[in-house]
């Protein structure tokens, strides 16, 4: 057994350098087995949540037909994200990562079973789904704090930019097929065939968690003492750091806003397509499906780009992300919708890609989950808020007008931001300096 330090991790066991073509080259996270192993897993199985996510929105709109209903049912989803991810990131620092991984993953195909099940039988309910929602958003509490503070272990700090570009791109290569071919599937068999694929595409990433292999994962060096730390105090730990950070502070401040008002806008998208641009089932799944493309675009673009986040760059496209979710508001023209939801998805996907890889290279080891939290929190966690407020909204003064009011919310956190950030570029160019 052989224990060094490289990358500014603490490594136990047997590593070998990365080797590979010019292919991997230019995607050096991809030179490390445990990444490819868990990154394939990760692209079948998003493939079957966005197929699952599509036919969900369509289910609750054929049950309901109601925005507030499709508000509901996010707000319940990502409840659970508001009140127990810090937990769940305390947790991700406490436990081995693969471990809760290979739970958190089980749990979620049992509940995509349990959906397909009630629906093949007729007795789906909005209870039923409401019920669903709220334990997948309990189990992702724990789910995505482990899973993004896990990237840095099977890579290391040097190519962390690159992984966490490249889960994004494979996040939005799944949000390209899954609504596409959701949109086709509903139109000829319903929705059913949806829940049944996402619960199957579970298998690929269990198996490829399990075929990980520990000793070449690049582990953080345990602190001192830090087993009688109890959960409350390590909890404090991580929002204290979080908050005397001014880089973190800043990234966590305008992250929040923009996904308050801006990012959850995909609550709606089905009314999108249906009331604004009276289009049916394929046409919601094309929608999603060119939003995934200009996301997939930019990730693949930072991923090959190979250069430090830095604050002008995130705030500007921040920036153009929120004049693209207004002006598709104010679009009632199908084709022009599309190449805006591709331009928004861009600037979006570029805009939260160098926000993630900026705070998990920020972070030390020991706080990198409880960091990863906090974000998680204001990213996926304000969406019960930003969920109702949108179907709320959208019930009282129409889908567009909604759209411009929320895009104008989010460009003013992100000009205050521009010009909040001299201490926050400074702390960040001073770690990248090291």
């Given at each position: 057994?052989?224990t060094?330090?490289?990358?500014?991790?603490?490594?136990?066991?047997?590593?070998?350098?990365?080797q590979?073509g010019?292919?991997?080259?230019?995607?050096?996270?991809?030179?490390?087995?445990n990444f490819?192993?868990?990154?394939f897993?990760?692209?079948?199985?998003?493939i079957g949540?966005?197929?699952q996510t599509?036919g969900q929105?369509?289910?609750v709109l054929?049950l309901t037909?109601n925005s507030l209903?499709?508000g509901?049912?996010?707000a319940?989803?990502?409840l659970p994200v508001?009140?127990?991810?810090?937990?769940?990131?305390?947790?991700?620092?406490?436990?081995?990562?693969?471990?809760?991984?290979?739970?958190?993953?089980?749990?979620a195909c049992?509940?995509?079973?349990t959906l397909f099940v009630?629906?093949?039988t007729?007795?789906?309910q909005?209870?039923h789904?409401?019920?669903?929602?709220?334990?997948l958003g309990?189990?992702?509490?724990?789910?995505m704090?482990t899973r993004?503070a896990f990237?840095?272990e099977?890579?290391?700090?040097?190519a962390?930019?690159?992984?966490?570009?490249l889960?994004?791109?494979?996040?939005n290569?799944?949000?390209?097929?899954?609504?596409?071919?959701?949109?086709?599937i509903?139109a000829r068999?319903g929705?059913g065939?949806l829940f049944?694929?996402n619960a199957?595409?579970f298998?690929?990433?269990?198996?490829?968690?399990f075929?990980?292999?520990?000793?070449k994962?690049?582990a953080?060096?345990?602190?001192?003492?830090?087993?009688q730390?109890?959960?409350l105090?390590?909890?404090h730990e991580?929002l204290?750091?979080?908050?005397?950070?001014?880089a973190?502070?800043?990234?966590?401040a305008?992250?929040g806003?923009v996904?308050?008002?801006g990012?959850?806008f995909?609550v709606v998208e089905p009314?999108v397509s249906?009331d604004?641009l009276?289009?049916g089932?394929?046409?919601?799944g094309?929608?999603?499906?060119?939003?995934?493309?200009?996301?997939l675009i930019?990730?693949?673009s930072?991923a090959?780009?190979?250069k430090?986040?830095n604050?002008?760059?995130?705030?500007t496209?921040?920036?153009?992300?929120c004049?693209?979710?207004g002006?598709?508001?104010?679009?009632h023209?199908?084709?022009l919708?599309?190449?805006l939801?591709m331009?928004?998805?861009?600037c979006?996907?570029?805009?939260?890609?160098a926000?993630?890889?900026a705070l998990?290279?920020?972070a030390?080891?020991?706080l990198?989950g409880?960091?990863?939290?906090?974000?998680?929190?204001v990213f996926n966690g304000?969406?019960?808020?930003?969920n109702?407020?949108t179907?709320?909204?959208?019930?009282?003064?129409?889908?567009?007008?909604?759209?411009i009011v929320?895009?104008?919310i989010?460009?003013v956190a992100v000009i205050?931001?521009?010009f909040?950030?001299?201490?926050?570029?400074?702390?960040?160019?001073?770690?990248?300096?090291k």
């Amino acid at each position: 057994m052989q224990t060094t330090e490289r990358n500014g991790i603490h490594i136990t066991g047997q590593l070998t350098e990365p080797q590979g073509g010019k292919f991997l080259q230019a995607f050096p996270a991809l030179q490390h087995r445990n990444f490819r192993l868990f990154w394939f897993g990760q692209l079948i199985s998003l493939i079957g949540t966005w197929m699952q996510t599509t036919g969900q929105s369509w289910l609750v709109l054929q049950l309901t037909h109601n925005s507030l209903a499709l508000g509901t049912v996010g707000a319940l989803q990502f409840l659970p994200v508001l009140l127990f991810t810090l937990f769940g990131g305390v947790l991700a620092d406490r436990l081995p990562k693969r471990r809760v991984l290979f739970g958190t993953q089980t749990f979620a195909c049992v509940l995509a079973t349990t959906l397909f099940v009630l629906y093949i039988t007729h007795t789906v309910q909005i209870w039923h789904v409401y019920t669903l929602a709220f334990l997948l958003g309990i189990n992702n509490s724990i789910d995505m704090p482990t899973r993004q503070a896990f990237v840095v272990e099977m890579v290391g700090r040097k190519a962390l930019g690159n992984a966490v570009a490249l889960n994004s791109s494979v996040f939005n290569m799944a949000k390209i097929v899954g609504p596409g071919v959701a949109g086709l599937i509903i139109a000829r068999f319903g929705e059913g065939p949806l829940f049944l694929g996402n619960a199957i595409s579970f298998i690929p990433v269990l198996i490829c968690l399990f075929l990980l292999d520990p000793a070449k994962l690049f582990a953080g060096k345990p602190q001192k003492n830090a087993e009688q730390v109890g959960p409350l105090k390590s909890l404090h730990e991580g929002l204290n750091y979080v908050w005397r950070t001014p880089a973190i502070f800043l990234i966590i401040a305008v992250v929040g806003i923009v996904s308050l008002f801006g990012i959850n806008f995909n609550v709606v998208e089905p009314l999108v397509s249906t009331d604004l641009l009276h289009q049916g089932a394929q046409g919601f799944g094309l929608l999603s499906s060119s939003f995934g493309i200009g996301a997939l675009i930019g990730a693949l673009s930072i991923a090959t780009g190979h250069k430090n986040p830095n604050f002008k760059k995130m705030l500007t496209r921040a920036a153009f992300f929120c004049i693209g979710l207004g002006l598709v508001g104010f679009s009632h023209n199908y084709l022009l919708s599309l190449a805006l939801a591709m331009v928004t998805g861009f600037c979006m996907i570029t805009f939260t890609a160098a926000a993630n890889t900026a705070l998990q290279t920020v972070a030390p080891d020991h706080l990198r989950g409880r960091v990863m939290s906090v974000y998680m929190l204001v990213f996926n966690g304000t969406t019960p808020i930003g969920n109702l407020f949108t179907g709320w909204l959208a019930g009282v003064i129409g889908i567009s007008l909604t759209l411009i009011v929320n895009a104008a919310i989010s460009l003013v956190a992100v000009i205050i931001g521009w010009f909040k950030r001299g201490k926050a570029e400074k702390n960040l160019s001073q770690v990248f300096s090291k």
